[in-house]
């Protein structure tokens, strides 16, 4: 089996919010990480989605032709996931030629088979501005929530999708203005209506989806496909090969998912081995797909990118698993890019390193319901569980080991009734945190990773080395021995989650790069690093976050 990891394409408006982060990225990177750890191969797809009107918006915005503008916005973000440790096996962008060339091809197929029709539309036309205003150059007011700053294709508070002339009071984001006209114009149209039987039997096959995932494309099935447009009025995009749509691209929601494809094929190329491509997505054997995104996103992975799949009538891969997310809120609102709500991913950088956010995230994951960050949450995450949990125990371990027994594994003792306990504990834990991921349920994983940490702090608190150390120095070298066999598990455990922290503990238990990458699933073995071997005492691997930093951080980010 080999595994395809997707992870919704980030926007390349702008440096994405840990909402995002947490609702996509983060946990494919968890998953991918553990599949590797386990020996499987996976290959991690991503790309920034760079076509559309807010690409445009914010490259007007920034001073910058949209070319320049995107280029600079992907080498920022594939920085910032770098620093987060994301361990994309390729992170490429949808204005590639590879990317335009697909796209071609998807719509050529579609239309061969009769998936395509040409309408005349009324679409709104902007006086000051001299052109066709696209969905998101216009806002307004949602007629369904009264969301004030709707766009012109889906309001981001309550997600229903839109028809600009939907909205209440609809002004132009490009210049504010409200003199606006409805005109005709021609575009192409993707026949849903055709293609919602096979996408409805598609759906009722997939049997390991989410509640989350499931009830949202069964909404759209039964409230009834609609035809979409799939053709705007913009010169940034991929071009529309078909006589009289010249000056026309396609909507970037048609373009978009086939970026996983064309990022693929990026990989290929840069692996020199230009057609590897086509045994993850065309005709592939044995290959399990698994994508991640927030629940905006859903929609268009459960129905419009299988139509348009199934309408090829070619042999694409399809997602084996959709792994939707809730929204992470911030005191009371949702995370938001385009409101430039809550906390974006370089500053979160600047604030405490990667791990710190990527354990706390999460752990906070708004899998079954939203879920609330706070600071004083994320203060509880660091402080009790990394800093005390896991942190103090390594280094008092190490410390005390280094101390009493000069830098070396110590000798002696025979395990008793407590070792055997904790073997069992570990054990449990261990499987179960298998599980977990296996079952993509990383708030569950955090909370059984968290469990197994503590188990090393009550087994060291009930055999206490350092008073064993005065009365049986024998006993106390079996309980050191021990515990420092439990720190290799820890980072063996932790390292899909908390990796550079984990990379810390093996550099001071100074592993070898074969036992660094030992399956989970076979970890617990309290006989690993035998009597005599050396170590070394690592810096405190995690600080704590002081009630006055706190109280600084929300009057900062506006937390309330």
Same mark, same amino acid.
């Given at each position: 089996m080999?595994?395809?990891?997707?992870?919704?394409?980030?926007?390349?408006?702008?440096?994405?919010?840990?909402g995002?982060?947490?609702?996509?990225?983060?946990? %494919?990177?968890?998953y =991918?990480?553990? /599949?590797?750890?386990?020996?499987?191969?996976? *290959? @991690?797809?991503?790309? #920034?989605?760079?076509?559309?009107?807010?690409?445009?918006?914010?490259?007007?915005?920034?001073?910058?032709?949209?070319t320049?503008?995107?280029?600079k916005q992907?080498?920022?973000?594939?920085?910032?996931?770098?620093?987060?440790?994301?361990?994309?096996?390729?992170?490429?962008?949808?204005?590639?030629?590879?990317?335009?060339?697909?796209?071609?091809?998807?719509?050529?197929?579609?239309?061969?088979?009769?998936f395509?029709?040409?309408?005349?539309?009324?679409?709104?036309?902007?006086?000051?501005?001299?052109?066709?205003?696209?969905?998101?150059?216009?806002?307004?007011?949602?007629?369904?929530c009264?969301?004030?700053?709707?766009r012109?294709?889906?309001?981001?508070?309550c997600?229903?999708?839109?028809?600009?002339?939907?909205?209440?009071?609809?002004?132009? %984001?490009?210049?504010? =203005?409200?003199? /606006?006209?409805?005109?005709?114009?021609?575009? *192409? @149209?993707?026949?849903? #209506?055709?293609?919602?039987?096979?996408?409805?039997?598609?759906?009722?096959?997939?049997?390991?989806?989410?509640?989350?995932?499931?009830?949202?494309?069964?909404?759209?099935?039964?409230?009834?496909?609609?035809?979409?447009?799939?053709?705007?009025?913009?010169s940034?995009?991929?071009?529309?090969?078909?006589?009289?749509?010249?000056g026309?691209?396609?909507?970037?929601?048609?373009?978009?998912?086939?970026?996983?494809?064309?990022?693929?094929?990026?990989?290929?190329?840069?692996?020199?081995?230009?057609?590897?491509?086509?045994?993850?997505?065309?005709?592939?054997?044995?290959?399990?797909?698994?994508?991640?995104?927030?629940?905006?996103?859903?929609?268009?992975?459960?129905?419009?990118?299988?139509?348009?799949?199934?309408?090829?009538?070619?042999?694409?891969?399809?997602?084996?698993?959709?792994?939707?997310?809730?929204?992470?809120?911030?005191?009371?609102?949702?995370?938001?890019?385009?409101?430039?709500?809550?906390?974006?991913?370089?500053?979160?950088?600047?604030?405490?390193?990667?791990?710190?956010?990527?354990?706390?995230?999460?752990?906070?994951?708004?899998?079954?319901?939203?879920?609330?960050?706070?600071?004083?949450?994320?203060?509880?995450?660091?402080?009790?569980?990394?800093?005390?949990?896991?942190?103090?125990?390594?280094?008092?371990?190490?410390?005390?080991?280094?101390?009493?027994?000069?830098?070396?594994?110590?000798?002696?003792?025979?395990?008793?009734?407590?070792?055997?306990?904790?073997?069992?504990?570990?054990?449990?834990?261990?499987?179960?945190?298998?599980?977990?991921?296996q079952?993509?349920?990383?708030?569950?994983?955090?909370?059984?990773?968290?469990?197994?940490?503590?188990?090393?702090?009550?087994?060291?608190?009930?055999?206490?080395?350092?008073?064993?150390?005065?009365?049986?120095?024998?006993?106390?070298?079996?309980?050191?021995?021990?515990?420092?066999?439990?720190?290799?598990?820890?980072?063996?455990?932790?390292?899909?989650?908390?990796?550079?922290?984990?990379?810390?503990?093996?550099?001071?238990?100074?592993?070898?790069?074969?036992?660094?990458?030992?399956?989970?699933?076979?970890?617990?073995?309290?006989?690993?690093?035998?009597?005599?071997?050396?170590?070394a005492?690592?810096?405190?691997l995690?600080?704590?976050?002081?009630?006055?930093?706190?109280?600084?951080?929300?009057?900062?980010?506006?937390?309330?």
């Amino acid at each position: 089996m080999q595994y395809l990891i997707t992870s919704a394409l980030p926007y390349i408006n702008g440096i994405k919010h840990l909402g995002n982060l947490v609702g996509s990225m983060l946990p %494919a990177d968890v998953y =991918s990480r553990f /599949l590797r750890q386990e020996g499987e191969s996976v *290959l @991690f797809i991503c790309a #920034t989605d760079e076509h559309g009107t807010p690409a445009e918006l914010a490259a007007l915005e920034a001073g910058l032709d949209v070319t320049t503008y995107c280029q600079k916005q992907h080498e920022r973000q594939a920085e910032i996931y770098r620093g987060f440790g994301l361990s994309f096996d390729y992170f490429g962008r949808t204005s590639s030629p590879d990317h335009h060339e697909l796209t071609q091809h998807f719509y050529q197929r579609l239309d061969e088979n009769g998936f395509m029709e040409e309408r005349e539309i009324r679409q709104v036309y902007s006086h000051e501005d001299n052109r066709f205003l696209p969905d998101r150059y216009i806002v307004g007011t949602c007629p369904y929530c009264g969301y004030d700053r709707a766009r012109g294709d889906q309001c981001e508070n309550c997600t229903s999708v839109l028809d600009p002339t939907d909205l209440i009071e609809p002004r132009s %984001a490009v210049s504010g =203005s409200t003199n /606006l006209e409805v005109r005709t114009t021609k575009h *192409l @149209f993707l026949k849903l #209506t055709t293609l919602s039987d096979e996408v409805r039997s598609w759906v009722d096959n997939q049997q390991e989806w989410t509640t989350l995932t499931r009830s949202i494309a069964l909404k759209w099935l039964n409230e009834g496909l609609q035809d979409r447009c799939i053709t705007r009025d913009l010169s940034w995009g991929v071009p529309v090969p078909r006589p009289g749509f010249e000056g026309k691209v396609f909507y970037v929601w048609f373009d978009a998912p086939i970026g996983y494809i064309s990022a693929t094929k990026g990989w290929a190329n840069q692996q020199a081995e230009a057609d590897n491509w086509k045994s993850w997505w065309y005709d592939s054997q044995d290959i399990r797909h698994v994508q991640f995104m927030a629940k905006d996103n859903l929609p268009f992975h459960t129905i419009m990118w299988p139509a348009m799949i199934l309408g090829t009538r070619e042999p694409w891969t399809m997602a084996d698993d959709i792994k939707g997310f809730n929204w992470l809120t911030y005191y009371g609102g949702k995370f938001s890019t385009s409101s430039k709500r809550g906390i974006f991913s370089d500053q979160a950088l600047e604030i405490v390193p990667a791990d710190y956010w990527r354990y706390a995230l999460i752990a906070m994951s708004p899998e079954s319901a939203d879920s609330a960050f706070t600071w004083e949450l994320f203060q509880i995450k660091i402080n009790k569980d990394l800093a005390d949990n896991l942190g103090n125990f390594v280094n008092r371990i190490l410390k005390f080991a280094n101390s009493r027994f000069k830098g070396v594994i110590p000798e002696g003792g025979t395990p008793g009734e407590a070792e055997q306990r904790l073997q069992e504990s570990c054990e449990s834990l261990i499987t179960k945190l298998s599980n977990c991921l296996q079952n993509l349920e990383f708030r569950k994983a955090a909370e059984t990773l968290c469990a197994l940490w503590t188990v090393g702090n009550q087994y060291i608190d009930e055999r206490a080395p350092w008073a064993l150390f005065k009365q049986n120095k024998e006993e106390a070298a079996l309980v050191i021995r021990t515990s420092i066999n439990l720190i290799r598990l820890y980072a063996i455990a932790s390292n899909p989650f908390i990796p550079f922290t984990a990379e810390k503990i093996f550099d001071a238990l100074q592993l070898s790069e074969t036992e660094r990458t030992q399956r989970l699933t076979q970890a617990v073995d309290f006989n690993a690093l035998v009597a005599g071997r050396s170590f070394a005492v690592p810096p405190p691997l995690f600080r704590k976050l002081e009630d006055t930093e706190i109280e600084e951080l929300r009057q900062q980010f506006g937390g309330e």
